[in-house]
Each structure stands twice: as structure tokens, then as C-alpha cells.
């Protein structure tokens, strides 16, 4: 089995299932933050892998539902550029395996790569888990429409 480096929103209930998954497959995870990580542009593309840029984002943000931010219409310099500002409209979660990296956590793709065992979900692995009406992550409402938090100076994005 292997071990696998998860940059993760730390409190995102999402990456808290998907990380059960990789465990009860027999893989070991090792969660990182990835909200409090200074990105190099880098260590960024390095999680892309040719995938087309609108592909790099979290597709979950309030900035991106609300059309604040376009990721059809960024560049690979404004979406870095962006995502190191806010990194929480990078994809989550960001994998890495013995220098391999991937974004984002499709069931099928991860299986062909690390396998993940018989019981596959057949749940969309990255979709917001807490629906549309809004939540709560590590004990924080989030209701900004545009996904910043004001008291507590972080965007949301779960």
C-alpha cells in the first residue's frame, strides 16, 4: 500500500471521507494543510498535470458559484496567481505518492493509480458535503456570498 502526502482544508468534512477511503484501502495518509502552505508556482503546477486550467480550481468556492471568478477565463499565470493569494480555490485535495502528484479526488482515477479496494463510493467524491444552504467548518458559519470569512479573515470553499 502506499503512502499518501493529502493537502487538505483542515475541518473540511469532504477531505475528512476522503482520506477514510485511501485508509480503509490499506494506504497511509499523511494530512498536510493546505491553506496555510505558501505555494511556490512550482509545487502548483506540479499537482496539474497538463489538465486544463478551469480543472485546477475548487469548483465548490463561493467565488467561483457566485461568478466571481471565472476559471474558464483565467490565464496559468492569473490562476496561480490567484490560488497562491487564495488557496482555497485550489482543487482539494492535492495528492502526492512517491514524487507522483494529482488534484482532486476522482474515485476511478485514484483507483487506477493507488487502488482503492471493492468498495468504491459512487458518490461524487469532490462535491460540497454540506449542500447548498451553507455550513459550518471547524465551528465557523460561512454565509458571505463571496466566500470570505470577515471575522476570522479566510475564505471558505468546502
Given at each position: 500500500?502506499?503512502?499518501?502526502?493529502?493537502?487538505?482544508?483542515?475541518?473540511?468534512?469532504?477531505?475528512a471521507?476522503?482520506?477514510?477511503?485511501?485508509?480503509?484501502?490499506?494506504?497511509?495518509?499523511?494530512?498536510?494543510d493546505?491553506?496555510?502552505?505558501?505555494?511556490?508556482?512550482?509545487?502548483?503546477?506540479?499537482?496539474?498535470?497538463?489538465?486544463?486550467?478551469?480543472?485546477?480550481?475548487?469548483?465548490?468556492?463561493p467565488?467561483?458559484?457566485?461568478?466571481?471568478?471565472?476559471?474558464?477565463?483565467?490565464?496559468?499565470?492569473?490562476?496561480?496567481?490567484?490560488?497562491?493569494?487564495?488557496?482555497?480555490?485550489?482543487?482539494?485535495?492535492?495528492?502526492?505518492?512517491?514524487?507522483?502528484?494529482?488534484?482532486?479526488?476522482?474515485?476511478?482515477?485514484?483507483?487506477?493509480?493507488?487502488?482503492?479496494?471493492?468498495?468504491?463510493?459512487?458518490?461524487?467524491?469532490?462535491?460540497?458535503?454540506?449542500?447548498k444552504?451553507?455550513?459550518?467548518?471547524?465551528?465557523?458559519?460561512?454565509?458571505?456570498?463571496?466566500?470570505?470569512d470577515?471575522?476570522?479573515?479566510?475564505?471558505?470553499?468546502?
Amino acid at each position: 500500500m502506499a503512502t499518501v502526502t493529502f493537502y487538505e482544508k483542515p475541518g473540511c468534512s469532504g477531505n475528512a471521507k476522503q482520506k477514510k477511503i485511501l485508509e480503509a484501502a490499506g494506504h497511509t495518509v499523511e494530512p498536510r494543510d493546505l491553506i496555510g502552505r505558501a505555494w511556490t508556482r512550482g509545487e502548483l503546477l506540479s499537482f496539474f498535470g497538463g489538465l486544463p486550467i478551469a480543472q485546477w480550481f475548487n469548483s465548490n468556492s463561493p467565488a467561483i458559484k457566485s461568478g466571481e471568478i471565472v476559471p474558464e477565463e483565467c490565464d496559468e499565470a492569473t490562476a496561480v496567481a490567484l490560488m497562491q493569494k487564495h488557496p482555497l480555490l485550489i482543487r482539494r485535495p492535492l495528492l502526492e505518492v512517491e514524487g507522483v502528484r494529482k488534484v482532486g479526488f476522482d474515485v476511478a482515477a485514484i483507483d487506477a493509480w493507488i487502488g482503492l479496494g471493492a468498495d468504491l463510493p459512487d458518490e461524487d467524491m469532490e462535491e460540497c458535503q454540506h449542500g447548498k444552504e451553507g455550513h459550518v467548518c471547524q465551528g465557523h458559519a460561512h454565509d458571505h456570498p463571496c466566500g470570505h470569512d470577515h471575522e476570522h479573515g479566510q475564505s471558505d470553499g468546502c
